[in-house]
């Protein structure tokens, strides 16, 4: 497992570092098809579909990528725990 574990956090980090890419990048960005756009929306959707089922849009301000970052620190931190306490 603690092999593991910096595969895990490593991509974890990553898919953060992808999503907030993703939202900066749409307000320079608008189109969905730009292809770099279409590379970013393949990677980060199945993280983020699935919390904006949950969250309603507030002001039409689209909060799940700021709650899918946090979810994936906590989550990283999770594993990083988990890993530490089983050595």
Do not use: C, K, Y
């Amino acid at each position: 497992m603690s092999q593991l574990a910096p595969l895990i956090s490593f991509v974890l980090n990553a898919l953060s570092i992808l999503i907030f890419i993703r939202a900066i990048l749409t307000w320079f960005i608008p189109d969905a098809e730009h292809p770099a756009m279409r590379i970013l929306i393949d990677l980060t959707e199945p993280v983020l579909r699935p919390i904006r089922r949950l969250m309603p849009q507030t002001m039409g301000f689209d909060f799940t990528p700021i709650v899918a970052i946090v979810g994936l620190r906590l989550l990283d931190r999770i594993i990083i725990g988990l890993v530490a306490g089983a050595v």
